[in-house]
């Protein structure tokens, strides 16, 4: 079923009658939840634990369902992966797990999400969702999580000095993203700011390459894979330390507190001030990205699927 409450409940109802009837090697739930009443060994991702951590972020629909489902699930599955270490970690300490946990990072797709010296074709693809350079730039959901408010303050601070800098927010609004839209309201800085919507790969890709920077403040994530995106494009990068954006980006962005406004604003500042900083920032960003391909992800599932159906 396509909603995500039917969904839910046809994995727990309907999900072990078609493993009976297909008997699969193992059965992988790729977010969170597995079926828990099936002889068939089962696999699943968890991508963060921020339902125990951060419960204030999401609706509270989701932490009554997820909190207990995720360590039944951990307790369940023959194999867990992570998405990164931070998670990993994370989960030991929320939902202790039965089985081996693989950490299998997210990887890109380095043929679209790459530099590129001629800018011609990328400016055409942004002058059509109305995004003129020079500007930061965001791309991700918009939602209490990516700290959005915490960036449009910290733009508000360094706007004055850079009359033609604008600030993009790419992405769909999601649960929470009213607060976002009032702190806009209230920046006075409304009209440098541009709201484009979710924006299609192509022109998501030319956003990251033809950036003045690259923010990416999240409060915390399980990986970032917006972050990943980014360096491959060779972006000048800021994100947040202490949580998998820090995992994925090492010594190839700027490192903030995601609580420090002014230290988001001097990064931001830096980046835009700066050229051979930012030069620095966009040779290290592809070097660091080549290390996560699609390639290497799968085989990491791979092995979690030997790995539980070896368990039976």
Request: glycine share 6%; proline share 10%; aromatic share 6%.
């Amino acid at each position: 079923p396509d909603p995500r409450p039917a969904r839910l409940a046809w994995e727990q109802a309907g999900a072990p009658a078609l493993a009976r009837r297909l008997a699969p090697d193992c059965w992988h739930g790729p977010h969170y939840t597995v079926p828990l009443r099936t002889s068939v060994p089962t696999v699943v991702t968890v991508h963060d634990l921020t339902f125990f951590d951060h419960p204030e972020w999401h609706e509270r629909s989701k932490v009554r369902f997820f909190r207990p489902m995720i360590r039944a699930a951990a307790r369940r599955a023959a194999a867990v992966i992570c998405v990164s270490e931070y998670t990993a970690a994370r989960l030991a300490v929320h939902a202790p797990p039965r089985g081996p946990v693989l950490v299998v990072p997210h990887g890109v797709d380095h043929e679209r999400f790459r530099p590129d010296a001629d800018p011609a074709p990328d400016l055409d693809l942004l002058d059509g969702h109305g995004i003129i350079p020079p500007y930061v730039a965001f791309a991700g959901t918009i939602e209490p999580r990516k700290n959005l408010e915490l960036l449009v303050r910290a733009f508000a601070r360094i706007a004055p000095a850079h009359p033609d800098l604008r600030l993009v927010l790419a992405g769909g609004d999601g649960w929470g993203a009213t607060a976002v839209r009032d702190e806009v309201a209230a920046s006075g800085v409304a009209t440098r700011i541009v709201r484009p919507g979710y924006l299609p790969d192509p022109a998501l890709v030319a956003l990251f390459r033809r950036a003045a920077a690259v923010a990416y403040p999240s409060r915390e994530e399980g990986f970032g894979l917006n972050v990943l995106e980014a360096l491959a494009c060779a972006a000048p990068l800021v994100t947040s330390r202490g949580s998998a954006t820090e995992e994925v980006a090492g010594p190839a962005a700027l490192l903030v507190d995601p609580a420090d406004e002014a230290g988001l604003a001097a990064a931001l500042r830096l980046l835009v001030d700066d050229p051979d900083c930012a030069e620095r920032l966009r040779r290290a960003g592809p070097e660091r990205a080549a290390a996560y391909t699609w390639d290497r992800s799968v085989a990491g599932h791979l092995a979690a699927y030997r790995a539980a159906a070896g368990a039976q």
